[in-house]
Structures are given as C-alpha cells and as structure tokens.
T-cell receptor, first 114, second 112 residues
Framework: QKEVEQDPGPLSVPEGAIVSLNCTYS??????FMWYRQYSRKGPELLMY????GNKEDGRFTAQVDKSSKYISLFIRDSQPSDSATYLC??????????????FGTGTQLKVEL | DTAVSQTPKYLVTQMGNDKSIKCEQN?????MYWYKQDSKKFLKIMFSYNNKELIINETVPNRFSPKSPDKAHLNLHINSLELGDSAVYFC???????????FGEGSWLTVV
C-alpha cells in the first residue's frame, strides 16, 4: 500500500463547477500538507500549504485536512479552463537536521471545459 | 526572474553515456533537492542537501551522484545511463526550517 493515495482521474468538469480533489494517507507522522499544481511540461507549483487539521482558504481554493481520518481535500470554486492541470497532494513529517522530505500522491488530472 | 533554474530542459542520450544536469536557485534557500518524476507522473525524492551537506539519500543507485559546490547550486551527474533512467528530473529548494518546497521547470531525460 502506498503511503499516499490519490485518484489519478482524469476528471472533466464544466466551467464554473466546484471541483473536489482528495488524498488519503497512512503515515500518522505527517503534519504538513500541501497541494501543488502542475501544468504540462512544467514544474509543480505550490498552491496551498496547511499544518495539522482544519481549513485554509485562498481565493477560489480551499484546503481541508482531517488528521483523524487521514484525509485531505482541495476544493476549487468557480473552476476556469486555466485550472486544467494535474493536482498533486504532498505531505511531510518533521525531519531532524532540517530539510524536508515530501511524499507525493500520484496526481489527479483535471480538465475544465468551456 | 527564475527562482529555481535547471539546465538542460531536454536531453536525449544513448545508453552507457554519462550526463549532468545543473541547478541553481536565487531564493537564498539553504536546502536543495533532486526529485524524479516517472512516466506515471509519480514524484519521488532522490537527494537533499543542506548548505552543501547531504541530508537525504533515498536508495538511489550509485550511478547517480549529486554535487553541491555552494548552497545555491546542486548538480546531478549520472554515469552509465540506462533505459530506466528516462524520466523528468526536478531540482527544488526550500528554507532550512521551512516546509514549502519550490520546484524548477524540470529536465526531460530520454535514454535511447
């Protein structure tokens, strides 16, 4: 079993829809949770960063973390064609000695259609 | 101004060759990384350096040797390339005590 599970999609939605992307994980040591967006032929771009359980909102994006269920979500409101990309969840535990080892999900490919 | 830049972006080479990928960051971060993304888009850490010192080495074959001449640069040298090395290699950086990692644009390596 992988440490982080993510539905690969593809997920196709009409413009303006609310999108829900999810990941589950098995390692209870994970404390930091991130969502990255990756456009085709580009590097992952950090979208949202949360620590521990709770919600965080940034514009049209909301990240949710439920540590008791080992489940994280990213919601995109009023989705736009420019949101079409692969969304990767990532998480990490605290590393001694500094640095950070991110464990990624496999990514969900999202297409927002006109 | 590119924060994390890596060269070359595309590299096609024959099996058995040796090649290098260079990375530079201008964010003032102390920690740099190499990640590998396979054909299924799975992204996995290979190495992490903090201020020129190796912190993380994730069961990567000895043919892969990272080198950090200073904290703004982390290069990846690969010896005796194999078909299975074909992937996208991402350089990244983060503050020493930070938990947010910033990625470069990637280097697409194809071994034929």
């Amino acid at each position: 079993q992988k440490e982080v599970e993510q539905d690969p999609g593809p997920l196709s939605v009409p413009e303006g829809a609310i999108v829900s992307l999810n990941c589950t994980y098995s390692n209870s040591a994970f404390q930091y949770f991130m969502w990255y967006r990756q456009y085709s032929r580009k590097g992952p771009e950090l979208l949202m960063y949360t620590y521990s359980s709770g919600n965080k909102e940034d514009g049209r994006f909301t990240a949710q973390v439920d540590k008791s269920s080992k489940y994280i979500s990213l919601f995109i409101r009023d989705s736009q064609p420019s949101d079409s990309a692969t969304y990767l969840c990532a998480m990490s535990a605290v590393l001694t000695g500094g640095g950070n080892k991110l464990t990624f999900g496999t990514g969900t490919q999202l297409k927002v259609e006109l | 101004d590119t924060a994390v830049s890596q060269t070359p972006k595309y590299l096609v080479t024959q099996m058995g060759n040796d090649k290098s990928i260079k990375c530079e960051q201008n964010l003032g971060h102390d920690t740099m990384y190499w990640y590998k993304q396979d054909s299924k888009k799975f992204l996995k850490i290979m190495f992490s350096y903090n201020n020129k010192e190796l912190i993380i080495n994730e069961t990567v074959p000895n043919r892969f040797s990272p080198k950090s001449p200073d904290k703004a640069h982390l290069n990846l040298h690969i010896n005796s390339l194999e078909l299975g090395d074909s992937a996208v290699y991402f350089c990244a950086s983060s503050p020493f005590s930070g938990n947010t990692i910033y990625f470069g644009e990637g280097s697409w390596l194809t071994v034929v």
